[in-house]
């Protein structure tokens, strides 16, 4: 079994780190080219929305089709629509007759696509590995993801300086088709399912119904989201603050964003050296508070802090990394693999509508609060949310069976750090 799972995930990693590579250099080519061809905020903002919108409400009825539909094959039917829809922009490209609203349209397909994708690639991995192993796997997505990040801008801007973006979208295309490939040579289980007459609002209630089954797990996502919905409006305005606090130009404002990438990088790749014998609630719940105070103290810096602010900004990306990888890997253990894909479809479009909610308010925030004063006042927030989760007890219970789980099939795991209240 060790060998088997370790062999599967090597094959699905190596594609999808392809394929989240060349999409993360073709998205942060289309904001460059719309920054350079419209330099216009409104219109990047615009982008932005297009990109979590549909996600976001489509995720809420993708679920129960998720937890229904063989999700290898929903995988790289997603996946296909992407590249699909991506070969016709290029086309358009190549043609010289594409414009802002062909954007807008193929930044909501691909949003549309990935309401169906990602919950589906989550919801797969506790069938395809042991549960012991779910934080180390969830660290190594991070990483993946991290290095995308921080690869993704670099890499972008300079093939917008060498070739055409028609060119550039052939990237997106060629990783998704390397993605569908290797998953062509793994075998995914699907879950046991019921055999009855298909009901999309009753499989729906059967998703939220298994949240609540978990003792304390309400309480865990709902935080979770309130504290999202205070850090993406000021992740929004990290470029403002670097530009009209720090009085920075391009390279800081790129600086901050490689540094948060790093950040998030090394918190990936500790959560994805080992499995270890820690309460991850307790690791969440912590996560929220340094994720606070690196806001609170960002808003608290003089114009000659940048230096301070980048490191606190490494820091926010290290919390950002650990938290995500631990919070998704108790979600995978404790609830049931055939609603797993309804609960990830839920969560993952309740975590984006805070990042639109952000957007839309970014000008008022700025205007008329100020940009340090929204700092502090989020991080204080933030941190009062990460305070609140230490004290209810059924949060911190969620994870102890697991704590436990992982010291009996692995006793040579470090020594236990978590609170015992």
Request: charged share 15%.
């Amino acid at each position: 079994m060790e060998q088997t799972w370790k062999k599967t995930f090597a094959i699905i990693w190596s594609g999808q780190f392809l394929s989240v590579l060349s999409s993360s250099i073709v998205g942060y080519a289309v904001i460059f080219w719309l920054s350079i061809e419209t330099r216009s905020a409104e219109v990047l903002a615009l982008a932005a929305i297009c990109g979590m919108l549909p996600q976001s409400v489509i995720g809420f009825f993708a679920g129960p089709y998720v937890d229904r539909w063989n999700r290898k094959r929903t995988m790289i039917l997603s996946d296909m629509f992407i590249a699909l829809c991506t070969l016709l922009l290029a086309v358009l490209f190549w043609c010289g007759t594409a414009c802002t609203w062909h954007i807008y349209l193929l930044l909501a397909c691909r949003s549309a696509g990935s309401a169906f994708h990602r919950p589906a690639m989550q919801a797969s991995i506790p069938l395809l590995a042991p549960h012991t192993q779910l934080t180390r796997i969830a660290g190594i997505n991070q990483v993946i993801s991290s290095v995308s990040d921080i690869a993704g801008p670099a890499l972008g801007a300079l093939l917008i300086s060498l070739t055409g973006m028609g060119t550039i979208l052939m990237l997106d295309v060629a990783g998704a088709l390397i993605a569908c490939t290797t998953l062509l040579f793994v075998r995914i289980p699907d879950p046991e399912r019921h055999e009855r007459k298909p009901d999309l609002a009753a499989e729906f209630r059967e998703g939220i119904a298994a949240i609540f089954a978990v003792r304390g797990m309400p309480w865990l996502f709902g935080l979770a989201i309130a504290v999202l919905f205070f850090i993406m409006p000021v992740g929004v305005l990290f470029p403002l603050m670097t530009l009209e606090h720090f009085g920075g130009g391009t390279y800081e404002m790129s600086l901050i964003e490689i540094v948060w990438g790093a950040g998030a990088l090394a918190g990936g790749t500790v959560m994805g050296l080992r499995n270890y014998r820690l309460n991850r609630i307790l690791l969440i719940n912590g996560m929220y508070v340094v994720a606070g105070l690196s806001f609170l103290l960002s808003g608290l810096l003089p114009a000659s802090g940048y230096g301070f602010f980048a490191l606190f900004t490494a820091a926010a990306g290290i919390s950002s990394s650990v938290f995500s990888a631990s919070f998704i890997s108790v979600v995978q253990h404790r609830i049931p693999a055939d609603v797993l894909g309804r609960v990830l479809s839920l969560y993952f479009s309740l975590s984006l509508l805070p990042a639109a909610l952000g957007l839309l308010g970014t000008g008022f925030l700025a205007e008329e609060v100020g940009l340090r004063p929204t700092f502090v006042i989020a991080g204080c927030i933030i941190c009062l949310l990460g305070i609140t989760a230490f004290l209810i007890p059924s949060v911190r219970g969620i994870d102890r069976d697991e704590v436990a789980e992982r010291q009996t099939q692995d006793p040579a795991l470090p020594a236990e750090t978590e609170e015992r209240s």
